[in-house]
């Protein structure tokens, strides 16, 4: 298995992110602490430079796993289950460029909290509708680029929708597209699952990248998860991807990335 940690391209207000000020300084200690990659948390592809974050990333030795897109729901309201059809199209469209930028590095693009919630007013079965179409033309234009997308299950304080892995397994089934993954949350699932070993196990033909964050959503081994045993579960199942940190930045941004690695280590990650 390999590790890596969350590094946003610019600050954000999401909060579960170790690093998210100077982007070539964090990409230089993420590599300096060992970690084989950076997940990318990026809001719009468009404000990037794109060169120069593919450089640092090469001249750091890293890959990137995956695109954490969560922000353009945060801070900009995109999302696939808005009521209104313009919304889905800008988010539509936002996914699309991250594709295009997952590209460069052969990353999943991460479909978390880009879902959107699902509105008092609004129908659930037409906004889950609404967003496997939306989820259709992601993925259909992601396949010129050979990029597979992940859906991640988040807990029901920050949606309301697809919160369990079953859950994400019954909503890929429907899309019916061959390049969808599922993301595992540990953060998520401890909130959601009845027991985050056996959810994996069930899950095993379907998980394509793991997030990793205490019960508290610090760094492993500062809550009460059991890594160890979910490491373990892991590499029961066959899993070879990555598990990548997305932790609060607690006590501070360099201790939560040390810590992570050290931990992950230990534990024979
Ligand atoms: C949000 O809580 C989260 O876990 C992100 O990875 C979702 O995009
Ligand atoms: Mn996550």
């Known amino acids: ?96 460029d991250q594709i295009v930028f997952a590209s460069h590095f052969n990353a999943q693009v991460i479909i978390g909290l880009i879902r959107g919630i699902i509105k008092e007013s609004v129908n659930k079965t037409e906004a889950e509708e609404w967003t496997i179409d939306c989820l259709r033309k992601c993925t259909e234009f992601a396949k010129e680029y050979n990029i597979g997308l992940t859906l991640e299950p988040v807990n029901r304080y920050e949606g309301n929708f697809i919160n369990t892995l079953n859950e994400g397994i019954e909503f890929i089934k429907r899309v019916e597209v061959s390049n969808l993954g599922l993301l595992a949350d540990t953060f998520h699932m401890n909130i959601e699952e009845v027991s985050i070993y056996d959810s994996i196990i069930q899950a095993k033909d379907y998980i394509t990248h793991v997030h990793f964050a205490d019960s508290n959503r610090w760094a492993p081994g500062c809550g009460h998860l059991d890594f160890a045993k979910i490491i373990q579960t892991l590499k029961k199942i066959g899993y070879q991807g990555y598990v990548s940190a997305e932790i609060l930045p607690f006590p501070d941004p360099d201790s939560c990335a040390r810590l992570t690695a050290e931990t992950l280590d230990k534990i024979g990650c």
């Open 1 to 96: 298995m390999k590790k890596s940690i969350v590094v946003s391209t610019q600050p954000t207000k999401f909060s579960a992110l170790a690093f998210k000020e100077d982007f070539e300084e964090s990409i230089k200690k993420v590599a300096d602490l060992g970690f084989d990659g950076a997940e990318l948390a990026v809001r719009n592809p468009k404000d990037l430079k794109v060169d120069d974050v593919i450089n640092i990333i090469k001249e750091n030795n890293l890959e990137v796993p995956a695109i954490g897109t969560g922000q353009a729901y945060g801070e900009e309201g995109l999302s696939f289950s808005d009521p209104d059809e313009t919304i889905r199209k800008m988010a539509v469209e936002r996914i699309n």
